[in-house]
Structures are given as C-alpha cells and as structure tokens.
C-alpha cells in the first residue's frame, strides 16, 4: 500500500459515482480495464486483461463475481478534473443481489450492450435495476469493431425494447478503445454529481461491502453521504451497535491507496481491526460513535439462499477439511449458507444454501479445485414452506425431512418471474420447455426479429436442469433471467428412492404429482445400468408415501470367474480382490447387498445432463 | 510346523512368442531375435542364487511357462534341469512340464526336450476348427495340433492340450461337437478355459467396438455346465475350475499353486510364494525381459524386493488358491497355511447364506464351492470374508 496522500476531499459537484452494467460477455470487465487505462490508473506493464477481477474462477469464466470499485481522475473539456468511482457489477442473475447493492451506491450507470448481440436478458434486468435506483443511464454500444456489428439494430432495439432513449449512445470498442473519450467526457457531463452529502453534518456512510484480506484483515467498502471517515476515528455501525477504531482509510486505483480522509460522495475503503465479515452487515449504516446519525440508511435486504445442496466428500476421510474448506470461503462469502448433515447413502457431509445454480456450480468449483477436494453434490432442491394440518409452517430444506403425509395439509413453491429473450425461430421450443416445466406464460411481445416472453416458473423446476435445455434448444442464442415471484401451493410429493426396499436417503426429491412418475421411471432405470450386477438380485423402486411408481430390476450374476488362475496371478488376483474390499469402505448395505458409493454418485451426476 | 516346507517346485518363465495372440494379455512378446545364451546365464544365475537360499528343499516339479517355452533351445532346458539336480535333492518322482504351441518347427523339438528331462508337455491346442485357429491369431491349423499330439504322445509320458471355449459367437452346440471331436485325442489331461475379454488386448478393442458378441453370464453358465457334463461322461472331471484330469493325472506343479505351497517363480514377470525364516515370502521378478536380464546379471536375480505376506493376506490367498479346487481346502490347511482362525476371517452369517444358496459346501473340516458356486468364485471370496 502507498503512502497516505490527500487531507482534502473532493468538492461534491466533481464526484461522479457510477456502475457499469450489462448482460454477461457483452464487455463490462474489459471496458473497465481500458477506462482505468486511460485514466492512468495503471501503468501499460501493469495492465492485464480484466483486472477487476480477481480471483481464478472469475478470470476463467471471464465472469465478475464480486462487484469491484475503483476510483480514477478524468479531466473533461471544462477543465475541471473530475473524480470518477466506478463498480464493475456482477451480469449473472445469481448475483444480482450484488449489482443492486452497487447500484445503490451510485447515481449513474453505464448500460454496455454488445453491439453484434443486442439487448439480452440481463441487459434488461439490469436497466430496470438501475431505474429502480433512479440512475442516469449512458448506454454504450460495444464491440463496434466486430465484424458482425450492428449498431443501429442495437440502437433500435434499446429504444424498442428497453424504452431507453438511445438517440445519444455511446458507440464504442473496449478492445480498441475506440469511443472511450467520449464515454469519459459523458460521464463527467451527463450523470449527476451524488445527491446528498452535507459535509458539516455528522458521519453516515453506507457498508457496501465487505471481504477477508490475509493481510488488511476485513476490508469495508463504503460510500460516505454525509460528513466524513478519518483515520482514528471511533465508529459505530449502526445495525448491531458495535464500536470500532477506524485504521486504514483508503481507495483503489485499482491499487490499494491509503488516505488520510474520506469525504461526502466518495467511495473508499476501511479498515477498524474487524476479525470476521459477520459483524460487518452488507447494507448497514456506519457512523460516529459519539455523535451518530439519527436516522440510519433503509439498507438493503439481507441475501436468502435460494437453491440447497448436500456436498459429501468422496473420501469420508475428509469431512473435516471440507467443514475448515467452506468456513473459508465464507470468509468472503456471507451468501454461502451450510450446516453439517449425515446420509446413510454418502456419510457425513453439509447441507449448503446458495443464491442460485451458478453461485453453486462456483462454491463446488472453488472446494475442488483451491482446496483440492473430491465433492459429491446432491441434486439441487429449494426452499418449500409446509403448512402443518395444526396451522403451523414448516421449511423444507432437505426432501428427506419431509414430515409424515397425513400431517400435511398443503405445500407451497417458490416461483420466479422469468424474462427470456429468444430469436423466433426458436420460440416454440421454448414456449414447449416453459409449458412442460409447469410455467404459466405472462407475457410474449417482438422486438427486432426476437421475442421476449415472460414466464412465471416453480424454481424447483428452474434448478433441474432448466438453463441447460434453454441453451440447447436455442443453440445457445436465448438469454434468461429471473426474479423472485413468491410462493404458490402445487400438489407436491416426496418421490422416493428405494433399494432393497431401503430408502436411498440422497436421492429423494419434491416433485409434482404429475411429473412423479416419469421422475422416478427415469431414476430408477438409471440405477438399473449403473448397480454393478451381484451374486443377488437387487430391487429397485420409485415411491411415493407408501406407493410404488415405478421399479426395476438388477438380475443376479450367474457367472463371474476367472478361467485361468495359475501361480503368478495371486498377485494380480490379489490386486483385484484389495480393490473390492477398498471400494467396500465406499459401500452401502442395501438388504444383503452391497451398493457402491459410485452408483449413486453417477446418478446424480446424470441429472444435469 | 508348516506344511511341505521341504518341498518346493520352480516356474521358469520365457517371455517370447512368434507372434502376440489377440486375445493374450499374459507377459510374452513378439520377438525377433533373441539372445538365448545371455538369458541362460541369467536364469542359471537366478537359479544359484535361490540354491543358495533354499537350498535345503527336495524339488517336486518344475515348470517352464510362457510366452512360448517351446522356444527354447532344449540344451538351455538341459543345462537348468541339470542346474537344478545339482543344486537341489530332487524328488523320486519329478514332473517337469513345458508348455509347446504346435507349429512345426516346435514338433520336431519334442524328441530333444524329452532327452533334456522334460517328462510331461502342455500344448496350446486352443480349437479344432481352421476357421477358428484363424480368428484367435494362432500359427498353427488343425493338421499341426493333431500332429504335435501324436508325436507328444509319442515322446512324453504325460501331455497335456489347452482348449478356449466361448469363443466369438461360438455356440454351445458347436462347442459340444468341437469338444466330443477332441476328447479322443485326450490322455488324461485337458485344460478348457473359457476365453475372457483383456483388457489392453486387440480383442478388448474389438469387442467393445461390437465387432464380435462373446457368451454373458447366463450363456457362459450354460456353456460350463454343458462342459462339465462332457468331461465327467469323459472320465476327466474337472479337479479345478478350468482343468479335467483322470485320477492322479492331476498337474502336480499347478497342485502347487492352488494349495498355496512353495514355488519359486525366475524370469521375466515370474512370481514366487515361499517360506525362509519362517517368513512367507512373495516375490515378483520385472516383468520387460530387458531390465529382468539386466538385474539378473548384476544382483544375481530379477526380483523386486521381496515382500512377506501378513496372516490375512495368507488366508485371503489361501482361501482364493483353495476354493479353486474342486474338493476346496481343509480348514486346517487354510488356518496352518495363514496363522489366521477361519471364524476370524470369514464372516459367519455370509458363509450361511452362501450354504443355503447352495453355492459353498462345509463341514468343519473341509470348505468347497458347488459348481454354481465355482461359476460365482470372484463374487464370493470377498462376499465370505470379513
Ligand atoms: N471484439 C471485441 N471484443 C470485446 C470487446 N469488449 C469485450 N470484448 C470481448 O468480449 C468478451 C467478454 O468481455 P468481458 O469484458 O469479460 O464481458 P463481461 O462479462 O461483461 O465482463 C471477452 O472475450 C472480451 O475480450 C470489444 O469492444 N470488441
Ligand atoms: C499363457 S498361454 C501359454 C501357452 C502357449 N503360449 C499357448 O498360447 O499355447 C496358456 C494358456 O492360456 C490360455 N489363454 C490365454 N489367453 C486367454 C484368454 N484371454 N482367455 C482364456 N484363456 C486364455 C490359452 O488356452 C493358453 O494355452
Ligand atoms: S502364443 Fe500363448 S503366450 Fe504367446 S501370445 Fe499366444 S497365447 Fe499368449
Ligand atoms: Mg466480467
């Protein structure tokens, strides 16, 4: 970190805060890398691509997965040299619980749309996001220098389809840098300088967010609205009252930088010797401790995981290191939810509550690969409220703790609102996967040879492998996004898996009645190719409450010996059986046989495909 | 005291072929030349070196396996037999089998092997249709097996020819033709294993690419029963799960083996069980014929190191061996043969499940398995141990 540098803050008027925002690839991260470059905050061999984000998983995918801030100068046309704090947003729907907090943060957004793509799914998310925020939006067409570019088609379809008026959008090229003069100069000129901030009034900054760093401790994002953050100064965050001596007061450049002050509008960070992110409550409002605010910010609605799934380690042996392995990555995560759970099909595990699909496709990613674990995901499931026949509403977290029928009196999904664009000649595709997913259709309208429909959807059904067929079916050209839309009661049922006439406690699931049947017919062949054949015959049955619904059968092996065994094949022989016994400590007792871990394992596997 | 201690019998392995059969995953290869004198140097290298450890043990049989013996030069067999005598007490009654395929070239060995001491042959027969001989890579057609059998009849004692059954969509009914066709030329002994799918083999390759169906389990049942019934008729009931001899034609040297006694295994990819200081001791020469050499000539053997084998492994490979065998194992034999207590090893309520199902016969004193318990011998060894 460098050396503190400025004792005086910047007069409100050249404050200009803003967020980029845009549907996922269409060029947020790389149009931040050549904003920071020409506002020299970062020297050429500093540069690399996508320099907001940070960590592996996120250069990977070539994804934003924390919203990023960063504070650069910029002198416009008028002479006056303007501080600019940008935030690089989230695009995917899983973490738009993120963007709205940096939208919050801002007044104004940069609306990047991928000039050969035109308006998507989340582009349009995202605007209604920002509106919602009451931001000034500078659309920018992008990537003009492609080929394919169609910019007055883009231009066109954000009137039409947004309703945003694109007479004055910024045609640019992140990668050549084309238009970004003009992008710097629209900044300064058309977005509005922060609203509130009074500097003689007393400290009221917003907790934007907050992550563990091994050296700095728990960083907090801030953006101050009235009076100022000092070093030295006590605070007091407001939510669960707790004091704390500010240490460190600084900005990103992207670089850390120390500073001695931050002042009304600005964006900064802090540091206050806090050990762990849990005390530091996204949305909050931070003051003077001796002499704080009246009124605290509204703040903002705490994330509420909403897809479940069960983590086993492959290897029983590393249950510890996968509980030490999540207490990690929640460190930085406070969205991650997971509690310890035991199945009699996987062992020991933990039960994990996520923002969405990708939010647990990257949690999973993150144990495998920077913390070297072998993972078995459970399929994933959402939150169903349970009325009781006593009145009373339970949460079902897990299907396998679904409560006896007969004390059931109704039982209630969440549902999303989906928004899909699609090009036409895919539509009926779609409208034909949204009917068979039980969706009830609220909207279709055209725009520009594309249609936008509008589907209200049981996420129980989005998180089977819904996003998946949307891709396939469209070939990859629909986009999707969705918002919470309540919950609604259906006439759901426990399906259950048995073995044996055991209960496979891993595979039990919520369905509908209606699509039971199906669901179960294709488990239950599935287990029939994936059980290993045995010197016994093995049942396998779908159920559901006490009826069976589908079953088949693994017949008996008749024959299973080695022809030709002399002398030095003990060894080899040997080997094998080893294996066997190995694998059995990865064996479950199903009746008097022994099912492999694996089998199960593969079975959930297939139900992503 | 352990059983046989004194006895011991040798396998010696010569790793090369005229040609790699497609669906033979055992260590042998093509070869194009190869350096018989430096090889016989390195076995009697070997051998001394074993005389010097083993040397107070009576010697019942040895074996020269393959790969392709019939290979050899019957002076290099000579001069490791009479090796052997010299180093060792030899048995009264000493079985030294070689295992021969029979292309000409090999025929016209048999006289020189018999005059070496080789007193009882093996023959890589494998099918008595042309057409099939064909499909399984084999060198030689039906005229040459016929021949090697009558002049193996001639030259040894004792022979024995090996038969491959199930094979590519071979029927039972043309398989008990073949069959009732070849058992006149039987003498007492015949090996009728059928063929199993390699992995790393071409036919592995081939099969899984659908070229070609062989027997499931339930046909492959069917084909071992029909087998069984044709041999008992024969007078040559199986005494193990893919050998059929008539009473003490039995191959001494593979008796070994399957009673878990001492053998000592020399050449490349050979390995050995035997007791020294009251240790049992397995050992497993390198299996590519070049470092096997290399290591024989500079350490005296090609073993890696050798390794005891610890009470439960004993049973477990006791009991693996035993179960083979027709008449199974004592349980003394299995509880001398590893220090382990049977009730130790084997879990009580499976061996019960395994009685009623009619797979495994016992008495307290002796354990075998029925042939539908035979036909499920890898399932359940491990379903019968703790
Ligand atoms: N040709 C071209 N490619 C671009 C441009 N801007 C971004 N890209 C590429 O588009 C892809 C997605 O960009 P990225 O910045 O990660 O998008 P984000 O998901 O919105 O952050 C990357 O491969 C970029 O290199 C542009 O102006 N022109
Ligand atoms: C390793 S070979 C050595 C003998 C000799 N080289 C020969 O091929 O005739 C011993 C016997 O194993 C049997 N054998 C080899 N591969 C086999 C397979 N994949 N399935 C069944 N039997 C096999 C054959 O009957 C063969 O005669
Ligand atoms: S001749 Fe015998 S050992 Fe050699 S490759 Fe053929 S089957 Fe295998
Ligand atoms: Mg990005």
């Known amino acids: 970190m460098g050396m503190s540098q400025n004792s005086k803050t910047k007069p409100i008027n050249e404050i200009r805060n803003f967020a980029i925002i845009a549907h996922i690839d269409h060029g947020k991260s790389t149009l931040a890398d050549r904003l920071i470059q020409q506002c020299g905050g970062l020297e050429e061999r500093e540069m690399q691509e996508q320099v907001l984000d940070n960590t592996d998983i996120e250069r990977e995918r070539g994804i934003t997965i924390k919203a990023q801030t960063v504070r650069l100068e910029h002198t416009a046309k008028d002479g006056i040299t303007y501080q600019l704090n940008l935030m690089d947003t989230p695009g995917h729907v899983d973490f738009s619980y993120e963007v709205s907090r940096s939208l919050a943060s801002c007044e104004g957004s940069i609306l990047v749309v991928d000039a050969s793509q035109g308006v998507e799914a989340q582009t349009l998310a995202n605007v209604y996001q920002a509106l919602d925020n009451d931001h000034e939006i500078i659309p920018v067409i992008n990537k003009i220098d492609l080929p394919a570019a169609d910019p007055e088609k883009v231009r066109t379809e954000i009137e039409d389809v947004i309703g945003l008026d694109a007479s004055d959008a910024i045609l640019a090229s992140a990668k050549t840098g084309a238009g970004i003069n003009d992008l710097l100069e629209a900044i300064c000129t058309r977005l509005p300088p922060p609203h509130e901030g009074e500097a003689d009034k007393t400290t009221k900054a917003l907790l934007v967010d907050s992550w563990y760093d091994i050296y700095l401790g728990v960083v907090v994002l801030v953006r101050v609205i009235d009076g100022y953050l000092r070093k030295g100064q006590k605070i007091k965050f407001m939510s669960n009252g707790a004091t704390r001596e500010i240490d460190r007061v600084g900005m990103f450049t992207p670089k850390k930088v120390e500073l001695d002050i931050l002042g009304p509008g600005e964006m900064g960070f802090i540091t206050a010797s806090i050990k762990d992110i849990s005390e530091t409550n996204v949305g909050d409002t931070i003051t003077d401790e001796k002499k704080p605010c009246e009124t605290a910010l509204p703040g903002f609605k705490p994330s509420i995981p909403m897809v479940f799934c069960s983590f086993y380690p492959a290897d029983a042996g590393e249950f510890e290191k996968l509980r030490e392995s999540l207490g990690k990555i929640r460190l930085n995560d406070a969205s991650l939810h997971y509690e310890p759970e035991s199945s009699q099909a996987l062992g020991l595990g933990f039960r994990c509550g996520f923002l969405g699909l990708l939010h647990m496709e990257i949690i999973q990613e993150r144990l495998e690969r920077e913390f070297d674990l072998d993972l078995i995901p459970t399929a994933p499931s959402v939150v169903y409220k349970i009325n009781m026949t006593n009145n009373t509403q339970v949460e079902l977290y897990n299907p396998v703790d679904m409560p006896d029928v007969v004390k059931i009196k109704s039982i209630e999904e969440p549902w999303i609102k989906a928004t899909i664009l699609v090009p036409d000649e895919y539509l009926g595709g779609l409208l034909q996967l949204c009917q068979d997913r039980r969706g009830v259709q609220v909207d279709l309208t055209y725009a520009g040879g594309r249609a936008m429909l509008i589907y209200r959807l049981p996420l129980n059904e989005v998180v089977f492998d819904f996003y998946d067929r949307l891709k396939s079916i469209s070939k990859g050209y629909a986009s999707f996004d969705y918002e919470l839309d309540g919950y609604g009661e259906n006439d759901l049922v426990k399906l259950e898996i048995r073995v044996n006439e055991e209960p496979v406690d891993a595979l039990a699931m919520i369905v509908h009645r209606a699509s039971a049947e199906k669901r179960g017919r294709q488990m239950c062949e599935r287990l029939k190719d994936l059980i290993p054949r045995q010197m016994f015959k093995i049942a396998i049955q779908a159920a559901i409450g006490g009826k069976i619904i589908a079953r088949e059968n693994v017949s008996a092996l008749r024959k299973d010996v080695t022809a030709k065994c002399y002398g030095g094949d003990i060894t080899r022989k040997k080997k094998l059986l080893e294996k066997q016994k190995k694998g059995k400590a990865k064996m479950r007792q199903y009746g008097n046989v022994e099912i492999p871990q694996s089998a199960f394992i593969a079975a959930l596997k297939m139900g992503d495909e | ?386």
């Open chain 2, 1 to 386: 005291m352990r059983p046989n201690l004194h006895q011991l019998a040798i396998y010696f392995h010569w790793p090369f072929c005229l040609s790699k059969c497609p669906y033979c995953d055992f260590n042998a290869h093509a070869f194009d030349s190869v350096d018989h004198e430096r090889y016989q140097k390195a076995y009697q290298k070997a051998l001394a070196f074993y005389a010097e450890k083993l040397g107070d043990r009576e010697i019942t049989s040895v074996f020269f396996g393959g790969g392709t013996p019939s290979l050899m030069k019957p002076e290099m067999v000579a001069v490791l037999l009479s090796d052997i005598k010299k180093h060792w007490k030899i048995a009264d009654d000493l079985e030294v089998t070689l295992e021969a395929n029979p292309t000409s070239v090999e025929i016209e060995k048999f006289k020189a092997f018999r005059e070496a001491g080789v007193n009882r042959i093996s023959l890589g027969i494998q099918s008595f249709i042309d057409k099939d001989l064909k499909f399984l890579g084999r060198q030689h057609d039906v005229a040459q097996a016929k021949r090697a059998i009558e002049i193996a009849d001639q030259c040894f004692d004792r022979y024995s020819f090996d038969l491959i059954y199930g094979r590519p969509d071979q029927t039972i009914k043309a398989w008990e033709r073949e069959l009732k066709e070849a058992l006149p030329f039987a003498k007492g002994h015949m090996s009728l294993y059928q063929l199993t799918i390699e992995r790393s083999t071409p036919f592995y390759m081939r099969y899984n690419r659908g070229e070609f169906n062989v027997p499931d389990d339930i046909d492959g049942a069917e084909f071992y029963h029909v087998t069984q019934g044709i041999m008992e008729d024969a007078g040559l009931p199986a005494y193990e799960v893919s050998n059929h001899a008539a009473l003490g034609q039995e191959s001494r040297h593979n008796l070994v083996y399957w009673r878990y006694q001492d053998y000592i295994g020399i050449g490349a990819g050979a390995h050995g069980r035997f007791c020294m200081n009251g240790q049992k001791l397995s050992s497993r020469d390198h299996s590519a014929p070049e470092v096997w050499m290399e290591r024989a000539e500079s350490q005296g053997h090609g073993s890696h190191e050798w390794e005891e084998i610890a009470p439960e492994d004993k049973f477990v490979e006791s009991l693996m061996m035993g179960l083979r065998l027709s008449k199974g194992i004592s349980i003394s034999a299995l509880e001398e043969n590893s220090e382990c207590e049977f009730k130790d090893q084997i879990k009580t309520e499976h061996l019960k499940t395994a009685i009623k199902e009619g797979w495994v016969n016992f008495d307290e004193r002796q354990i075998s398995l029925t042939r539908e318990g035979l036909l499920r011998l890898n399932q359940i060894i491990p379903y019968l141990l703790r």
